[in-house]
Structure formats: C-alpha cells, structure tokens
T-cell receptor, first 113, second 113 residues
Framework: DAGVTQSPTHLIKTRGQQVTLRCSPK?????VSWYQQALGQGPQFIFQ???????QRGNFPDRFSGHQFPNYSSELNVNALLLGDSALYLC????????????FGQGTRLTVV | LAKTTQPISMDSYEGQEVNITCSHNNIATNDYITWYQQFPSQGPRFIIQ???TKVTNEVASLFIPADRKSSTLSLPRVSLSDTAVYYC??????????????FGSGTQLTVLP
C-alpha cells in the first residue's frame, strides 16, 4: 500500500501564475482533504472532496479550487498566485465516515517568487 | 470549534518520559481529543485519540480527566527520533462526513542526547 502520494514534491512559480497540485489517496479511501501549512504554523483546512464534489470548505478565497476524479484522486488548483501562497500543501485521505483516521501525504512545497 | 492551548516548545533527554498537556476548556460533549505528530517537511501522522479516561497504544498514552477540559499526551522513553511538532486537536466525529481537522500551532518537542 503506497499510502497518500502527492506530486510534485517541490514547485516554484511566479506571482500571477496558476498551479495544479495532485494527490492520490490511500487505497480504499474515498475522501480527500487539502491543507495549507505556512512556515511555523499548523496546517489550515482548505476544502474536502467526496463523490467528486466539494463537501466542506475552509476560509480560503475562490482562487483555490479543486477537483476529485472517479478514482478518488484529487487536484488542487490555485489561480493568480500571490507571494503569500508560498506554503506546504498537504493532502489527507480518509473514509467519509468521520470516525476514521486521516492519512497525510508528504506535501508539495510551493514557492511563489 | 473548541480552541486548544499547548506549550510552544519542550525539551527532554533521551530515555525520559515526556508529558505534553493540552488545554481545551470549551470542549463539547461530542468532541474527541486527537494527537498528531509532524516531522519537518512531512505530513502529520496520527498518534492517538480518546474521549475520556486513559487510552494507550504502542506509541503513546493519552490521559483525559473527568472534566475533559485538558488532556495529556505521554511519550514513554523518548529517543532523538521523537523530535517533532505535536498537535492536539479537538472535534466531533461524524458518521456521515469526514472530519475537518483544526490544527493549532502545536508543541515543538526537542529530544536531546
């Protein structure tokens, strides 16, 4: 079992550009959540996908959007990048049942210059 | 959502027992207490979860007093590899939706030789 895999591991983008990050959930999991972690802070919830729909959303602007595919994998898209979007982006997979443990990937380190 | 307060940092020596206390005065009846561990440039990893009294697994113990307004994560005989950030989370478990995790700033545990 490969666990949660994210790609790419590192990425450098210029202000104003758009970026797409990818996540493959742990085998058997049907729900994917995305988190943003700025340096020195705890992860902040962006949104969650189940059955290819956004189910929950944190306090993030519409520049942040996502998608979930039939195979449960997911993408996070960020438009019009700002310097403040530089962070570690984490994907977590779980079952839709809220009483199960969430497994995190290693994250994608995004640097906006 | 219940707010948590934990020490910013703690130091310990190899072989010692470490206790990290988390305060959650506004915990709700349905809330569970969950602890995650995070190493640099990695995603958080689930350690332990409990509702009341004591929970123990192969990694740690979690002590929750009767009023549930605080909890203590206990790591027995720590090693250098236990150096990490430890997060205390409080929230309800739902059978109908995956849990949105709310992280604070965590406790940086440094284990010294």
């Amino acid at each position: 079992d490969a666990g949660v895999t994210q790609s790419p591991t590192h990425l450098i983008k210029t202000r104003g550009q758009q970026v797409t990050l990818r996540c493959s959930p742990k085998s058997g999991h049907d729900t994917v959540s995305w988190y943003q972690q700025a340096l020195g802070q705890g992860p902040q919830f962006i949104f969650q996908y189940y059955e290819e729909e956004e189910r929950q959303r944190g306090n993030f602007p519409d520049r942040f959007s996502g998608h979930q595919f039939p195979n449960y994998s997911s993408e996070l898209n960020v438009n019009a990048l700002l310097l403040g979007d530089s962070a570690l982006y984490l994907c977590a997979s779980s079952l839709v049942r809220g009483d199960t443990e969430a497994f995190f990937g290693q994250g994608t380190r995004l640097t906006v210059v | 959502l219940a707010k948590t307060t934990q020490p910013i940092s703690m130091d310990s020596y190899e072989g010692q027992e470490v206790n990290i206390t988390c305060s959650h005065n506004n915990i709700a009846t349905n809330d569970y207490i969950t602890w995650y561990q995070q190493f640099p440039s990695q995603g958080p990893r689930f350690i332990i979860q409990g509702y009341k009294t004591k929970v123990t697994n192969e990694v740690a113990s979690l002590f929750i007093p009767a009023d549930r307004k605080s909890s203590t994560l206990s790591l027995p005989r720590v090693s250098l590899s236990d150096t990490a950030v430890y997060y205390c989370l409080v929230g309800a478990l739902s059978s109908g939706s995956a849990r949105q995790l709310t992280f604070g700033s965590g406790t940086q545990l440094t284990v010294l030789p």
